[in-house]
C-alpha cells in the first residue's frame, strides 16, 4: 500500500504541474477536481464531438442560440438568442442575438458568428453533422437558409415538421457558435481551424480550455465575462483515472471532489462513508451489442433473434450492474414521451437453441466483440461471453480504449459490438434515425447511425415510417408511430438493447450545485459551489 500511494502521489505531482493545483489532502476551495474515465474523446472541437465526455466539454463551454439550461435541464431556454419567433407556415425561425456577449478571447458575438459556425460543421462534414443536415442544409445553401439582418438571424427549414423539432436540433452541441474571427486566423490546411480548436477553446460559454492532454487531462477555467454570470468555481480539472478502485481511492483519500465511474459494489460502500454522499441521475443512454452484417456469418436473422433470449438481463442487472442500469429493450428512453416500456425477452437457452436450430445457423460460431476496456463494459461482455457459450456462440473479447473501440465502430470494420447510445438531441426522431433507418448502406455514404455502422439496410416499410414519424403533425399519433417503430426493431434488427443507465456519482459533501441531466449535454458546473 506505501508503494500505491507513493505512485499516487507522483501522478497527483505531474497533474500538478500541468494544473497549477497544490499536492495537498484537500483540493482548493475554488477549483473541482474530479477523477473520469475520459479516454472516449476523440475531438473537443464542437464541430466534430461525438462521444459522451467531449459533450460534456462542449456544454461547459460553448453557447448555442437555445439550449436545455443547468437552472432545468427539462425546459428549452434562451441562449445566446434572447427570444425569436416562429412562422410554421413559412417555415422559419427569426431569432434575436443576446446583447453584450462575448467570446473568450474578447470579440463580440456577431451573426456572422453563427451562420460561419454552422457551415463550418457542415463544410467539416463529421460525425455529428447530420444533424444541422435534417434541415435541408448543405454547405451550398447554408447561407440563403440562415440570413443576417443586424442581431437578427432568420433560420428557414426543409422538411415538413414541427417547429420544436427544428428548436431541439439547435439545441444541439453541434449548433454551438464558435468564434470565427479566432478559429478561421488558426486554419491549417484547410481544415477550418479544427486541428486547433482540438487544443483550444473558441466559445461564449461559462469555462474555457485551459489545457487538454488525450486520456490524461482536462482542465477548464472559468470565464468571468460569461453573459449569464460567472462561476464560483474557478478551475474543473477532470482528471482521466479509467479504474473504477483509483477513482474511489482518490475521493477517500481528498485528492479528488468527485468520482464518475464507480462500480455498484463501491457506492455501496460509500454510502455510509464520513464526508462523501453520493448522488443519482436518471440517464437516457441506452446500452447494446450488435452483429455487423458485413461478416457473413452475422447475417442470420435467427442469429440475431436467438441473441434476445441469450442475454441474462436481470441477472447482470440485479448484481454487479445494480443501482447503475435498469434492464430496458427499445431504443427510445424510459421516462420520454414516445418511449416502448415492455420488455418481451429473458435470458431462455432452450428457446433460442431451437430458434439457431431451425434459422439453420452454423454452430459453434465465435465472434470479437468490441468493448471498452473499463467497468461496466468489460463485466458486460464476460457475462454475455458466460451466456451465450452454452448455446455454442462464443465471444472473443477484444478490448480498447473508447476512442479505439469508437473509431473502428465508426469504419464498420468490427464483428461485434458493445457500446451505448444517448439522443443527439431530445426527440425520438434522435434515436429512431439510428436504430430504424439507413438512406443508404454504401461505404462511402457515412452516417452517423447504428444501422449504417453495422452495415444494416432495414426493410422499406421501416425506412419509410421513420421519416413518416418526422413529419406526423398530431402529437399523439407521432409517438405511437415511434412506440411502433421500437416494436418493429425489437423484432428485426441486428442489435440487441439490454439496459438503461442511471448515474451515480460520488462526491465530497462540501459539493453542492452539480447538474447531471439525463445527457452527457446536460452535465453542468456552472453552479457548483464548495461549502
Request: no cysteine.
Amino acid at each position: 500500500m506505501k508503494l500505491f500511494r507513493t505512485a499516487l502521489a507522483a501522478g497527483l505531482l505531474s497533474l500538478t504541474a500541468l494544473t497549477a493545483l497544490p499536492v495537498q489532502a484537500a483540493t482548493p476551495a475554488t477549483a473541482l477536481v474530479i477523477a473520469q474515465n475520459i479516454d472516449d474523446i476523440v475531438t473537443i472541437d464542437p464541430a466534430t464531438a461525438y462521444e459522451f465526455s467531449s459533450g460534456e466539454y462542449v456544454v461547459n463551454v460553448y453557447n448555442q442560440l437555445v439550449h436545455y439550461d443547468a437552472t432545468d435541464t427539462t425546459q428549452l431556454m434562451p441562449g445566446l438568442a434572447s427570444d425569436w419567433m416562429i412562422d410554421a407556415d413559412n417555415k422559419t425561425i427569426t431569432f434575436t442575438l443576446r446583447d453584450g456577449v462575448k467570446f473568450h478571447s474578447g470579440n463580440p458575438l456577431r451573426g456572422a458568428d453563427v451562420v460561419g459556425s454552422w457551415k463550418r460543421v457542415l463544410v467539416l462534414n463529421k460525425a455529428p453533422a447530420f444533424i444541422l443536415a435534417n434541415l435541408g442544409w448543405t454547405p451550398d445553401n447554408i447561407e440563403q437558409m440562415v440570413t443576417v439582418d443586424g442581431n437578427k438571424i432568420t433560420v428557414r427549414y426543409a422538411g415538413d415538421f414541427s417547429p420544436l423539432f427544428v428548436l431541439n436540433v439547435l439545441a444541439a452541441r453541434v449548433a454551438s457558435i464558435v468564434d470565427m474571427e479566432t478559429v478561421m486566423a488558426n486554419e491549417e490546411n484547410g481544415d477550418l481551424g479544427n486541428a486547433w480548436l482540438n487544443k483550444n477553446s473558441a466559445g461564449t460559454g461559462p469555462f474555457k480550455l485551459r489545457g487538454y492532454k488525450p486520456s490524461e487531462l482536462l482542465s477548464l477555467e472559468a470565464n468571468p465575462d460569461y453573459w449569464d454570470g460567472a462561476p464560483a468555481m474557478k478551475q474543473v480539472v477532470i482528471r482521466h483515472v479509467a479504474e473504477a478502485a483509483t477513482q474511489r481511492l482518490l475521493l477517500e483519500s481528498g485528492d479528488v471532489d468527485m468520482a464518475k465511474n464507480l462500480t455498484p459494489d463501491q457506492v455501496s460502500g460509500l454510502v455510509e462513508k464520513q464526508g462523501i454522499k453520493v448522488e443519482t441521475y436518471p440517464q437516457a443512454a441506452v446500452h447494446w451489442f450488435s452483429f455487423n452484417q458485413k461478416t457473413e456469418a452475422l447475417t442470420n436473422k435467427a442469429l440475431w433473434e436467438a441473441a434476445r433470449y441469450l442475454v441474462d438481463y436481470d441477472g447482470m442487472a440485479n448484481t454487479f450492474l445494480k443501482g447503475q442500469m435498469k434492464v430496458h429493450q427499445a431504443f427510445w428512453p424510459e421516462g420520454f414521451p414516445g418511449a416502448l416500456t415492455e420488455k418481451p425477452f429473458t435470458y431462455d437457452l432452450e428457446k433460442a437453441k431451437k430458434i439457431l436450430a431451425d434459422g439453420g445457423v452454423t454452430l459453434p460460431l465465435t465472434i470479437q466483440l468490441d468493448v471498452i476496456n473499463s467497468s461496466p463494459f468489460t463485466d458486460i461482455a464476460q457475462a454475455l461471453q458466460q451466456s451465450f457459450a452454452p448455446a455454442g456462440i462464443n465471444f472473443e473479447i477484444i478490448p480498447g480504449t473508447g476512442a479505439q473501440v469508437i473509431t473502428k465502430y465508426r469504419a464498420r470494420t468490427h464483428q461485434g459490438m458493445l457500446l451505448y447510445w444517448g439522443p443527439d438531441f431530445m426527440d425520438p426522431h434522435s434515436n429512431a434515425k439510428a436504430f430504424a433507418f439507413n438512406a443508404d448502406n454504401s461505404d462511402d455514404k457515412y452516417a452517423s447511425t447504428t444501422t449504417w455502422r453495422n452495415a444494416y439496410m432495414p426493410p422499406k416499410e421501416i425506412n419509410e415510417k421513420t421519416m413518416a414519424a418526422l413529419t406526423e403533425k398530431s402529437p399523439e399519433q407521432r409517438l405511437l408511430m415511434y412506440v411502433e417503430l421500437q416494436q418493429a426493431m425489437q423484432a428485426e434488427a441486428p442489435f440487441v438493447i439490454m439496459f438503461q443507465a442511471v448515474k451515480q456519482v460520488a462526491m465530497n459533501e462540501k459539493v453542492a450545485g452539480y447538474v447531471n441531466g439525463a445527457t452527457s449535454d446536460f452535465v453542468y458546473y456552472r453552479l457548483v459551489t464548495k461549502n
